[in-house]
Structure formats: structure tokens, C-alpha cells
């Protein structure tokens, strides 16, 4: 030991200390409870949940915690920490309802989890299509639907229900992806079958073709739904994550077998409303251009006159006119921003439809 360094505290000090900041965390936990209690009065008898909740508050209640953070937590723990704490809050008055893609144990639950904390209404629906029926029919607050894979790129089937919703896109979220071989199989040699969402299959490719060359591959509507098949088929294996392994009981017999190391999923946040600008922020258009030559060098033109940086370019069959196409755009900046209204209103005398998708605070990490 140094000379310069005090004597370490013996253990039953240091408990007898972290007993005392426990005491003092629990009650100004519970002091942030009541002040959040308050600011629910003080906005009179508000009857649904979705009145109380404010994401632009939220994303800059976390980005002070990011600011603060001076170790040794990172801050993707201590955002964790303060995103339960201010779920727990909310829901005093009552909890908001999320709709997923379900059963319980994906990751769009998962997601859900991240973006929310856990003491929301999770809602687990049967398809994409049911999520945004769930949100329209005012039955949840928001939905969470995933759109696009690093590795595998777009979630067709969710992007073109946009081109029919009038909901809005109100927050995104990008989940880490760990995808598992699960199953009773002692060994992979006595796997017949693999279950798995068709994303996480494409996922999952060359782990397959390398270690199951036989075995078959079926998609189906959801990992959740592959563990729930494979669980009582010793010779089947399911491709999920821990949630699914954990829900269903299901070994893990084979851990991360993603082919990107880096495999993450972007999910976005549908709701009824925009949001103000938090000063970090994303927007998604929609557009279809005209059936002229160069209309979508057109329809990008004024993104750049601006100086708007284009984040992400889709296109999918606008269901309109054969060979006609709607192109899914992400830009930085919220919609309020007078470049971006400046952008628009020079792409509207250029588009066929122009469909402001929505505007919402860009993912923290």
C-alpha cells in the first residue's frame, strides 16, 4: 500500500455506508414519485394516459443524466436506471398501453422495454397490421414496430402500412440484437428443424449453412412464436433472444450465433401526435414523385439547397400506379425547423403526395 493512500474502511463501515445512500436514494425516489404526482394535478383531471406523457421532456430528462455521468456506471446502465424510475412515476396516474408484435418474449417486447420501462401495458398483437389497428382505434397509446436490420435491412411488411396509416411516427429505438440457437437438443446433430422469424433466419445465415446444413429452415411470425414451437420438440431449435429462452424455459444451445457482430434493429414509436423538437431530432417523409424523367434527383434536390442531411432513403411499390414508387426518407431535424419547412415547400409543387411521417427525438444510444 502506498504510502499516500488512506487505510482502506473495514467492510462492515462500508456496508453500514452503502446502507445509508440506499435509505437516501429510496427517499428521494419517493420524493420524485410525489413531485410527479403533482405535476399530474397540476395539469387537471386528465382522463388518458397518453395526456401525461411528455417524450420531449423525457429525452431531456436523459441527456442531463448523460451530461452528469462521470463514471463508473456507463450511461447506457444509468439511463436504465433513470428510465424505470420515471416509468414507475408515470405510471401513478396511469401506465400507458404499448402495442407490440408479440407473443411475450420478442424483441419488439424488448424494445418496448427500452423505450418505455417496465411498468407499462405491454400489449402482445398477432401481426404488424394489428399493432396499428390497436394505436387507430385508440385501444393503445403507441405501437412499436421494428423497420429496419444492419444486417438485413428493411422490415418490408411495416414499412408499407405507412402508406395507408394517418398515424405518426413519434420515437425510435435501436435494441442491440443477440440471437440464440435454443433448444432441448442435447447436441446440434439431433436438430431436424429450426424455427425463427424470417429476419432473424437471414440473421443467422452463415451460422447455419455452417454448423445446420441439413436441418430445415421455417419462418414463422415471430421468434417468440419459434421458441413456443420448439419447446415441447426436442428435435426442433428456436433462433431468439433471452427473453424468448427465459419465457418459453428453453436451453441455450448456442449463444450469439448472429452473423454480425454489430447486428442491431431499429424499432420506431406510432402514435396520433407530433411532439415538439428537443434539439436533437429526426423526421421520416413520405413522398411519391411524378412519372417524369429525374423526379426523384428532383424530389432530393431541395434537401440539399438547404443544407439537409439525408439519414436514410427506402422505396417500396406505392400500391398507386405499376412502377410507381413511394420513397421513405429520413432527415435531421424536426419538422418545425425552418430549413426543413423552407425544403418543403419547395418539394411541394414536385411530389405527387408528400406525407410529413412524423418528427421525434433521435435514439440516445
Given at each position: 500500500?502506498?504510502?499516500?493512500?488512506?487505510?482502506?474502511?473495514?467492510?462492515?463501515?462500508?456496508?453500514?455506508?452503502?446502507?445509508?445512500?440506499?435509505?437516501?436514494?429510496?427517499?428521494?425516489?419517493?420524493?420524485?414519485?410525489?413531485?410527479?404526482?403533482?405535476?399530474?394535478?397540476?395539469k387537471g383531471p386528465l382522463k388518458e394516459a397518453l395526456e401525461y406523457y411528455r417524450p420531449e421532456r423525457e429525452v431531456q430528462v436523459l441527456r442531463n443524466v448523460i451530461d452528469r455521468n462521470d463514471g463508473p456506471l456507463s450511461?447506457?446502465?444509468?439511463?436504465?436506471?433513470?428510465?424505470?424510475?420515471?416509468?414507475?412515476?408515470?405510471?401513478?396516474?396511469?401506465?400507458?398501453?404499448?402495442?407490440?408484435?408479440?407473443?411475450?418474449?420478442?424483441?419488439?417486447?424488448?424494445?418496448?422495454?427500452?423505450?418505455?420501462?417496465?411498468?407499462?401495458?405491454?400489449?402482445?398483437?398477432?401481426?404488424?397490421?394489428?399493432?396499428?389497428?390497436?394505436v387507430e382505434a385508440k385501444h393503445a397509446d403507441f405501437g412499436v414496430v421494428p423497420v429496419e436490420n444492419s444486417s438485413e435491412g428493411a422490415v418490408n411488411h411495416a414499412l408499407d402500412l405507412f402508406l395507408e396509416t394517418p398515424?405518426?411516427?413519434?420515437?425510435?429505438?435501436?435494441?442491440?440484437?443477440?440471437?440464440?440457437?435454443?433448444?432441448?437438443?442435447?447436441d446440434l446433430s439431433k436438430i431436424e428443424r429450426v424455427y425463427s422469424h424470417a429476419q432473424s433466419l437471414g440473421q443467422c445465415r452463415g451460422w447455419l449453412r455452417e454448423n445446420l446444413p441439413n436441418a430445415e429452415r421455417i419462418?414463422?411470425?415471430?421468434?417468440?412464436?419459434?421458441?413456443?414451437?420448439?419447446?415441447?420438440?426436442?428435435?426442433?431449435?428456436?433462433?431468439?433472444?433471452?427473453?424468448?429462452?427465459?419465457?418459453?424455459?428453453?436451453?441455450?444451445?448456442?449463444?450469439?450465433?448472429?452473423?454480425?457482430?454489430?447486428?442491431?434493429?431499429?424499432?420506431?414509436?406510432?402514435?396520433?401526435?407530433?411532439?415538439?423538437?428537443?434539439?436533437?431530432?429526426?423526421?421520416?417523409?413520405?413522398?411519391?414523385?411524378?412519372?417524369?424523367?429525374?423526379?426523384?434527383?428532383?424530389?432530393?434536390?431541395?434537401?440539399?439547397?438547404?443544407?439537409?442531411?439525408?439519414?436514410?432513403?427506402?422505396?417500396?411499390?406505392?400500391?398507386?400506379?405499376?412502377?410507381?414508387?413511394?420513397?421513405?426518407?429520413?432527415?435531421?431535424?424536426?419538422?418545425?425547423?425552418?430549413?426543413?419547412?423552407?425544403?418543403?415547400?419547395?418539394?411541394?409543387?414536385?411530389?405527387?403526395?408528400?406525407?410529413?411521417?412524423?418528427?421525434?427525438?433521435?435514439?440516445?444510444?
Amino acid at each position: 500500500m502506498s504510502e499516500n493512500q488512506p487505510p482502506a474502511e473495514p467492510l462492515s463501515a462500508l456496508r453500514e455506508r452503502i446502507d445509508n445512500l440506499d435509505r437516501q436514494i429510496q427517499s428521494l425516489i419517493t420524493e420524485r414519485a410525489q413531485f410527479a404526482r403533482q405535476v399530474g394535478l397540476a395539469k387537471g383531471p386528465l382522463k388518458e394516459a397518453l395526456e401525461y406523457y411528455r417524450p420531449e421532456r423525457e429525452v431531456q430528462v436523459l441527456r442531463n443524466v448523460i451530461d452528469r455521468n462521470d463514471g463508473p456506471l456507463s450511461n447506457a446502465e444509468l439511463l436504465r436506471v433513470f428510465r424505470e424510475i420515471m416509468s414507475a412515476c408515470l405510471a401513478q396516474q396511469n401506465p400507458l398501453r404499448v402495442a407490440f408484435l408479440g407473443p411475450e418474449g420478442t424483441f419488439s417486447q424488448s424494445a418496448v422495454q427500452r423505450h418505455f420501462g417496465h411498468s407499462v401495458h405491454a400489449v402482445p398483437m398477432g401481426s404488424f397490421e394489428e399493432v396499428f389497428q390497436e394505436v387507430e382505434a385508440k385501444h393503445a397509446d403507441f405501437g412499436v414496430v421494428p423497420v429496419e436490420n444492419s444486417s438485413e435491412g428493411a422490415v418490408n411488411h411495416a414499412l408499407d402500412l405507412f402508406l395507408e396509416t394517418p398515424l405518426r411516427i413519434c420515437g425510435e429505438i435501436e435494441l442491440r440484437i443477440h440471437q440464440h440457437l435454443l433448444s432441448h437438443a442435447t447436441d446440434l446433430s439431433k436438430i431436424e428443424r429450426v424455427y425463427s422469424h424470417a429476419q432473424s433466419l437471414g440473421q443467422c445465415r452463415g451460422w447455419l449453412r455452417e454448423n445446420l446444413p441439413n436441418a430445415e429452415r421455417i419462418a414463422v411470425s415471430s421468434n417468440a412464436e419459434a421458441a413456443r414451437r420448439a419447446r415441447g420438440a426436442p428435435e426442433a431449435a428456436a433462433i431468439a433472444g433471452d427473453a424468448a429462452a427465459q419465457v418459453y424455459g428453453l436451453p441455450i444451445l448456442g449463444e450469439s450465433i448472429e452473423d454480425n457482430v454489430d447486428n442491431s434493429t431499429r424499432f420506431l414509436v406510432i402514435g396520433k401526435d407530433l411532439f415538439p423538437p428537443t434539439g436533437h431530432d429526426k423526421s421520416s417523409l413520405l413522398l411519391i414523385g411524378g412519372a417524369q424523367p429525374g423526379s426523384l434527383y428532383q424530389l432530393l434536390d431541395p434537401f440539399a439547397k438547404h443544407g439537409i442531411n439525408m439519414t436514410r432513403i427506402e422505396s417500396r411499390p406505392s400500391r398507386k400506379g405499376k412502377w410507381e414508387y413511394a420513397f421513405f426518407i429520413d432527415i435531421e431535424g424536426h419538422i418545425d425547423d425552418d430549413k426543413i419547412q423552407q425544403a418543403l415547400g419547395d418539394l411541394g409543387p414536385l411530389a405527387a403526395q408528400l406525407r410529413v411521417l412524423g418528427s421525434y427525438p433521435v435514439s440516445l444510444l
